[in-house]
Protein backbone atom coordinates (compact mmCIF):
# COMPACT_ATOMS: atom_id res chain seq x y z
CA UNK A 1 0.00 0.00 0.00
CA UNK A 2 1.51 3.54 -0.88
CA UNK A 3 0.59 6.30 1.19
CA UNK A 4 -0.48 9.56 -0.22
CA UNK A 5 -2.16 13.56 0.17
CA UNK A 6 -4.84 15.23 -1.06
CA UNK A 7 -5.02 18.34 -0.34
CA UNK A 8 -8.31 19.86 0.59
CA UNK A 9 -8.96 23.77 2.25
CA UNK A 10 -9.73 22.34 5.26
CA UNK A 11 -6.72 20.34 5.68
CA UNK A 12 -4.39 17.47 4.43
CA UNK A 13 -6.68 14.10 3.68
CA UNK A 14 -4.20 10.77 3.75
CA UNK A 15 -5.17 7.71 1.59
CA UNK A 16 -3.62 4.26 0.60
CA UNK A 17 -3.62 2.22 -2.31
CA UNK A 18 -2.84 -0.26 -4.29
CA UNK A 19 -3.78 0.14 -7.87
CA UNK A 20 -1.65 -2.62 -9.90
CA UNK A 21 -4.35 -3.23 -13.05
CA UNK A 22 -7.51 -3.01 -14.51
CA UNK A 23 -9.59 -5.32 -11.56
CA UNK A 24 -12.11 -3.83 -9.49
CA UNK A 25 -11.13 -0.75 -7.24
CA UNK A 26 -12.34 -1.39 -3.81
CA UNK A 27 -12.62 1.81 -1.37
CA UNK A 28 -12.89 1.07 2.27
CA UNK A 29 -14.05 3.63 4.26
CA UNK A 30 -13.47 3.46 8.05
CA UNK A 31 -16.46 4.44 10.46
CA UNK A 32 -16.74 7.55 12.97
CA UNK A 33 -13.19 7.66 15.32
CA UNK A 34 -11.89 4.97 13.53
CA UNK A 35 -8.83 4.87 11.15
CA UNK A 36 -7.85 2.96 8.09
CA UNK A 37 -6.84 -0.08 10.23
CA UNK A 38 -9.97 -0.67 10.70
CA UNK A 39 -9.98 -2.80 7.80
CA UNK A 40 -6.55 -4.25 7.82
CA UNK A 41 -8.37 -8.12 8.00
CA UNK A 42 -9.58 -6.85 4.70
CA UNK A 43 -6.55 -5.32 3.20
CA UNK A 44 -4.67 -8.29 3.96
CA UNK A 45 -7.01 -10.82 1.71
CA UNK A 46 -8.33 -8.42 -0.78
CA UNK A 47 -4.98 -6.47 -1.42
CA UNK A 48 -3.30 -9.03 -3.82
CA UNK A 49 -6.67 -10.03 -5.63
CA UNK A 50 -8.24 -6.45 -6.39
CA UNK A 51 -7.48 -2.72 -6.08
CA UNK A 52 -7.49 -0.78 -2.78
CA UNK A 53 -7.58 2.80 -1.77
CA UNK A 54 -8.76 3.58 2.14
CA UNK A 55 -8.37 6.39 3.98
CA UNK A 56 -8.12 8.26 7.19
CA UNK A 57 -11.37 10.39 7.09
CA UNK A 58 -10.75 14.07 7.73
CA UNK A 59 -9.46 14.59 11.01
CA UNK A 60 -8.91 11.11 12.26
CA UNK A 61 -5.40 9.18 11.89
CA UNK A 62 -3.45 10.58 10.09
CA UNK A 63 -5.54 13.23 8.38
CA UNK A 64 -4.79 16.07 10.75
CA UNK A 65 -4.50 18.90 11.71
CA UNK A 66 -8.14 19.51 9.89
CA UNK A 67 -10.51 22.61 9.78
CA UNK A 68 -13.76 20.97 10.92
CA UNK A 69 -15.50 23.50 8.58
CA UNK A 70 -17.31 20.74 6.94
CA UNK A 71 -19.67 18.65 6.00
CA UNK A 72 -21.01 15.19 4.40
CA UNK A 73 -21.04 16.52 1.11
CA UNK A 74 -17.49 17.99 1.66
CA UNK A 75 -16.26 14.12 2.63
CA UNK A 76 -17.93 12.32 -0.58
CA UNK A 77 -16.59 15.46 -2.92
CA UNK A 78 -12.96 15.31 -1.28
CA UNK A 79 -13.47 11.26 -1.81
CA UNK A 80 -14.53 11.77 -5.77
CA UNK A 81 -11.38 14.23 -5.94
CA UNK A 82 -9.16 11.31 -5.16
CA UNK A 83 -10.81 8.66 -7.18
CA UNK A 84 -10.63 11.34 -10.28
CA UNK A 85 -7.12 11.89 -9.26
CA UNK A 86 -6.02 8.41 -9.29
CA UNK A 87 -8.43 7.56 -12.18
CA UNK A 88 -10.67 4.93 -10.77
CA UNK A 89 -13.42 4.06 -12.47
CA UNK A 90 -16.65 2.43 -11.37
CA UNK A 91 -15.09 1.57 -7.76
CA UNK A 92 -17.23 -0.45 -5.33
CA UNK A 93 -17.62 1.81 -2.14
CA UNK A 94 -17.39 -0.85 1.38
CA UNK A 95 -18.33 1.71 4.07
CA UNK A 96 -18.28 0.52 7.76
CA UNK A 97 -20.88 2.93 9.89
CA UNK A 98 -19.85 6.27 9.45
CA UNK A 99 -18.22 5.56 6.05
CA UNK A 100 -21.59 3.70 4.95
CA UNK A 101 -23.34 6.97 5.06
CA UNK A 102 -20.79 8.87 3.29
CA UNK A 103 -21.38 6.22 -0.06
CA UNK A 104 -24.44 7.07 0.15
CA UNK A 105 -23.69 10.94 0.40
CA UNK A 106 -21.92 10.02 -2.93
CA UNK A 107 -23.96 8.01 -4.52
CA UNK A 108 -26.47 10.85 -4.17
CA UNK A 109 -23.81 13.36 -5.67
CA UNK A 110 -22.25 11.24 -8.19
CA UNK A 111 -25.00 8.82 -9.04
CA UNK A 112 -23.97 7.00 -12.22
CA UNK A 113 -20.32 6.12 -10.87
CA UNK A 114 -20.56 3.52 -8.18
CA UNK A 115 -19.80 0.07 -9.12
CA UNK A 116 -21.17 -1.30 -6.27
CA UNK A 117 -22.33 -0.30 -2.45
CA UNK A 118 -21.53 -2.35 0.70
CA UNK A 119 -22.69 -1.01 3.55
CA UNK A 120 -21.10 -2.52 7.29
CA UNK A 121 -23.12 -1.64 10.32
CA UNK A 122 -24.66 1.50 9.02
CA UNK A 123 -28.02 2.77 8.27
CA UNK A 124 -30.11 4.39 5.83
CA UNK A 125 -29.60 8.05 5.42
CA UNK A 126 -33.19 8.79 4.25
CA UNK A 127 -34.74 10.69 6.82
CA UNK A 128 -37.65 8.99 7.13
CA UNK A 129 -35.67 6.38 9.11
CA UNK A 130 -35.62 8.48 12.58
CA UNK A 131 -37.49 10.49 14.71
CA UNK A 132 -37.07 14.12 15.76
CA UNK A 133 -35.73 13.18 18.84
CA UNK A 134 -33.08 11.20 17.71
CA UNK A 135 -31.71 14.00 15.08
CA UNK A 136 -32.00 16.53 17.95
CA UNK A 137 -29.88 14.09 20.10
CA UNK A 138 -27.05 13.34 17.67
CA UNK A 139 -26.81 17.13 17.95
CA UNK A 140 -25.95 17.10 21.25
CA UNK A 141 -23.01 14.19 21.67
CA UNK A 142 -19.87 16.09 21.75
CA UNK A 143 -20.43 17.53 25.85
CA UNK A 144 -21.09 13.87 26.76
CA UNK A 145 -17.94 12.56 25.33
CA UNK A 146 -16.00 15.58 26.41
CA UNK A 147 -16.85 15.04 29.99
CA UNK A 148 -17.39 10.96 29.87
CA UNK A 149 -14.40 9.85 32.07
CA UNK A 150 -11.22 8.86 29.39
CA UNK A 151 -10.39 5.39 30.90
CA UNK A 152 -13.94 4.59 31.21
CA UNK A 153 -14.45 5.76 27.02
CA UNK A 154 -11.91 3.54 26.63
CA UNK A 155 -13.66 0.34 27.78
CA UNK A 156 -17.12 1.76 26.49
CA UNK A 157 -15.43 2.59 23.13
CA UNK A 158 -13.85 -0.48 22.58
CA UNK A 159 -15.97 -3.41 23.74
CA UNK A 160 -19.00 -1.48 22.98
CA UNK A 161 -18.38 -2.23 19.37
CA UNK A 162 -16.88 -5.62 18.95
CA UNK A 163 -17.53 -8.94 20.38
CA UNK A 164 -14.57 -10.38 19.53
CA UNK A 165 -10.86 -9.94 21.49
CA UNK A 166 -9.70 -8.75 18.11
CA UNK A 167 -12.34 -6.40 17.20
CA UNK A 168 -11.74 -5.03 21.02
CA UNK A 169 -7.64 -4.70 21.03
CA UNK A 170 -7.52 -2.98 17.74
CA UNK A 171 -10.32 -0.76 18.48
CA UNK A 172 -8.52 0.07 22.01
CA UNK A 173 -5.45 0.23 19.98
CA UNK A 174 -6.95 2.82 17.48
CA UNK A 175 -8.81 4.76 20.76
CA UNK A 176 -5.26 5.60 22.23
CA UNK A 177 -4.36 7.42 19.03
CA UNK A 178 -5.70 10.14 21.23
CA UNK A 179 -4.71 9.70 24.73
CA UNK A 180 -3.72 13.11 24.62
CA UNK A 181 -6.08 14.63 23.28
CA UNK A 182 -9.16 13.74 24.29
CA UNK A 183 -10.44 16.80 23.17
CA UNK A 184 -9.71 16.26 19.76
CA UNK A 185 -11.74 12.87 20.08
CA UNK A 186 -14.91 14.79 21.14
CA UNK A 187 -14.77 17.08 18.10
CA UNK A 188 -14.55 14.63 15.85
CA UNK A 189 -17.29 12.66 17.96
CA UNK A 190 -19.34 15.21 17.88
CA UNK A 191 -18.91 16.36 14.43
CA UNK A 192 -19.80 13.69 12.93
CA UNK A 193 -22.77 13.23 14.39
CA UNK A 194 -23.90 16.62 13.71
CA UNK A 195 -22.71 16.32 10.37
CA UNK A 196 -25.05 13.33 10.14
CA UNK A 197 -28.17 14.99 11.37
CA UNK A 198 -27.92 17.50 9.05
CA UNK A 199 -27.27 15.24 6.34
CA UNK A 200 -31.03 13.37 7.42
CA UNK A 201 -32.66 16.54 7.49
CA UNK A 202 -31.63 17.44 4.03
CA UNK A 203 -34.21 14.81 3.16
CA UNK A 204 -32.50 14.16 -0.18
CA UNK A 205 -33.40 10.47 -1.90
CA UNK A 206 -30.03 8.55 -1.18
CA UNK A 207 -31.10 6.04 -3.30
CA UNK A 208 -28.59 3.51 -4.20
CA UNK A 209 -28.67 2.62 -7.66
CA UNK A 210 -25.76 0.43 -8.06
CA UNK A 211 -25.86 -3.15 -6.87
CA UNK A 212 -25.69 -3.21 -3.43
CA UNK A 213 -25.45 -5.55 0.20
CA UNK A 214 -26.08 -4.55 3.57
CA UNK A 215 -24.49 -6.13 6.45
CA UNK A 216 -25.28 -6.02 10.13
CA UNK A 217 -24.06 -7.58 13.21
CA UNK A 218 -26.88 -9.61 14.89
CA UNK A 219 -24.89 -7.94 18.51
CA UNK A 220 -24.81 -4.48 17.11
CA UNK A 221 -25.80 -2.50 19.85
CA UNK A 222 -24.79 1.43 18.34
CA UNK A 223 -27.60 3.13 18.33
CA UNK A 224 -30.60 1.63 16.13
CA UNK A 225 -28.76 -0.04 13.94
CA UNK A 226 -30.37 -3.30 13.59
CA UNK A 227 -34.17 -1.64 13.64
CA UNK A 228 -32.86 0.80 11.13
CA UNK A 229 -31.37 -2.24 8.95
CA UNK A 230 -34.41 -4.29 8.82
CA UNK A 231 -36.62 -1.14 7.71
CA UNK A 232 -33.77 -0.05 5.01
CA UNK A 233 -33.92 -4.05 3.83
CA UNK A 234 -37.45 -4.22 4.35
CA UNK A 235 -38.25 -1.21 2.42
CA UNK A 236 -35.66 -1.29 -0.86
CA UNK A 237 -35.55 -5.33 -0.74
CA UNK A 238 -31.49 -4.56 -0.86
CA UNK A 239 -30.10 -8.20 0.22
CA UNK A 240 -28.94 -8.51 3.73
CA UNK A 241 -26.61 -10.52 5.60
CA UNK A 242 -27.07 -10.93 9.68
CA UNK A 243 -23.64 -11.52 11.15
CA UNK A 244 -23.99 -13.98 14.29
CA UNK A 245 -22.01 -12.91 17.31
CA UNK A 246 -20.71 -9.57 16.23
CA UNK A 247 -21.15 -6.34 16.86
CA UNK A 248 -20.80 -2.52 15.36
CA UNK A 249 -17.57 -3.63 13.74
CA UNK A 250 -18.71 -6.74 12.26
CA UNK A 251 -15.93 -6.53 9.42
CA UNK A 252 -13.71 -6.97 12.82
CA UNK A 253 -15.38 -9.91 14.41
CA UNK A 254 -15.98 -12.28 12.01
CA UNK A 255 -13.23 -11.04 8.80
CA UNK A 256 -13.55 -14.07 7.27
CA UNK A 257 -17.13 -14.07 6.57
CA UNK A 258 -17.57 -10.68 5.57
CA UNK A 259 -14.38 -10.97 3.17
CA UNK A 260 -16.66 -14.07 1.46
CA UNK A 261 -19.35 -11.41 1.40
CA UNK A 262 -17.41 -9.13 -0.46
CA UNK A 263 -15.86 -11.21 -2.75
CA UNK A 264 -18.98 -13.09 -3.57
CA UNK A 265 -20.39 -9.92 -4.80
CA UNK A 266 -17.67 -9.12 -6.74
CA UNK A 267 -17.25 -12.51 -8.24
CA UNK A 268 -21.50 -11.87 -9.13
Not at 36 to 45: A, G, S, V
Not at 72 to 100: C, F, R
Not at 187 to 197: T, V
Request: charged content about 30%; aromatic content about 12%; overall charge neutral.
Amino acid sequence: MIEKIHETRCGDIHYWTSIKDNSPVLIFLPGLTADHRLFEKQIEYFEDKYNILVWDAPAHGKSWPFSFDFNLKDKATWLNEIIDKENIKYPVIIGQSMGGYVGQMYAELFKDKLKGFISIDSAPLQRKYVTAIEIWLLKKMEPVYKYYPWKSLLKTGSNGVAESEYGRRLMLEIMHTYDNDKERYAKIAGHGYIMLAEAMEADLAYEIKCPALLICGEKDRAGSCIRYNKAWHKDTGIPIKWIKDAGHNSNTDKPDYINSLIENMIKD
